[in-house]
């Protein structure tokens, strides 16, 4: 059975940085590809990040060049660096995976698609970014 489990949210000032992890079991997390979403209240959620099994990467546009996904396959964890946060960043974080995705690639999918597309989900992480 997949299961997804989100660490690291928390309270910080503008210009802060956190680092999300998820760790992932029951699955050959390698072949997988894997996502952070967010969903801010009020709004859809949305994909912020994929990444592929050979960690090519993707971004949602509002977070280029501030965030960072990562991904440790020893340790089946997946990370999300998050530097230079505003508080338009304030969501809940979710991490998601799914089978490979044979139409496109996974960072396409995350960041273009619904989230319905994915059938794994961790139970969600709190960030809160303060000006």
């Known amino acids: 059975q997949v299961q997804l489990v989100e660490s690291g949210g928390g309270s910080v000032q503008s210009g802060g940085s956190l680092r999300l992890s998820c760790a992932a079991s029951?699955?050959?997390?390698?072949?997988?590809?894997m996502g952070w979403f967010r969903q801010a209240p009020g709004k859809e959620r949305e994909g912020v990040a994929g990444i592929d099994s050979d960690g090519s990467t993707r971004y949602a546009d509002s977070v280029k060049g501030r965030f960072t996904i990562s991904q440790d396959n020893a340790k089946n964890t997946l990370y999300l660096q998050m530097n230079s946060l505003k508080p338009e960043d304030t969501a809940m974080y979710y991490c998601a995976a799914d089978e490979p995705f044979p139409w496109t690639n996974c960072g396409v999918v995350v960041t273009t698609t619904t989230p319905e597309n994915f059938d794994y989900w961790g139970q969600g992480t709190q960030v809160t970014v303060s000006s």
């Open positions: 029951g699955y050959t997390y390698s072949s997988y590809c």
